[in-house]
């Protein structure tokens, strides 16, 4: 199962919108709505901020949002802030019954 | 609140063995699925595993198919990961997750790293 595409890195100024993609095929994130994103600072576990495609849960901010089209997947943050520097991974369920992550995307506030 | 707490990591020489642990509280640990995922230095997240709440399914990700063994005992709210013929290339921290709905994961422990080096 071949890790499923993100941008190595993404940044924007404060205020600005941001989008990561998440490019997978039809076996998984083109399969099913089953798309998470997940949110890691430095240091610390990443922590689940959307899932099934564009769901969040309670007290995530609602600066976060997701959609999808085809085989790829899409995590918008609104508003950017100093606090969404942190590395962003999307997973997707897969058609053997596995899981699959993305490559990762830095996201840099400049 | 959930609590996941990982144990067991260290420094191991490549070809022996190591067990994770991964001690869980504040929610029914025997209704529901928990995954390990794995992260090596400075790369991206990899998922490792999953048992079932009733351990009846178990499933693997290729590069660690028939090396690892993930179980768990419901009566110490404790997941388990058998790490067998340890490789340089499964250095990495690894972290135990809750399963969501058979989907994702939710929340995450903190991680323990394993080092494979001689």
């Known amino acids: 199962q071949s890790a499923l595409t993100q941008p190595a890195s993404v940044s924007g100024s404060p205020g600005q919108s941001i989008t990561i993609s998440c490019t997978g095929t039809s076996s998984d994130v083109g399969g099913y709505n089953y798309v998470s994103w997940y949110q890691q600072h430095p240091g610390k576990a990443p922590k689940l901020i959307i899932y099934e495609v564009n769901n969040r849960p309670s007290g995530v901010s609602n600066r976060f949002s997701g959609s999808k089209s085809g085989n790829t997947a899409s995590l918008t943050i609104s508003g950017l802030q100093a606090e969404d520097e942190a590395d962003y991974y999307c997973?997707?369920?897969?058609?053997?019954?596995?899981?699959?992550f993305g490559t990762g995307t830095k996201v840099t506030v400049l | 609140q959930v609590q996941l707490v990982e144990s067991g990591g260290g420094v191991v020489q490549p070809g022996r063995s190591l067990r994770l642990s991964c001690a869980a509280s504040?929610?029914?640990?025997?209704?529901?699925?928990m995954h390990w995922v794995r992260q090596a230095p400075g790369k991206g997240l990899e998922w490792v595993a999953v048992i079932s709440y009733d351990t009846t399914n178990k499933y693997y990700a290729d590069s660690v198919k028939g090396r690892f063994t993930i179980s768990r005992d419901n009566s110490k709210n404790t997941l388990y990961l058998q790490m067998n013929s340890l490789r340089p290339e499964d250095t990495a921290v690894y972290y135990c997750a809750k399963d969501r709905a058979g989907i994702d994961f939710d929340p995450w422990g903190q991680g323990t790293l394993v080092t494979v080096s001689s």
């Open positions: 504040g929610f029914t640990f025997n209704s529901y699925g």
């Open positions: 997973s997707s369920y897969t058609s053997s019954s596995l899981y699959v």
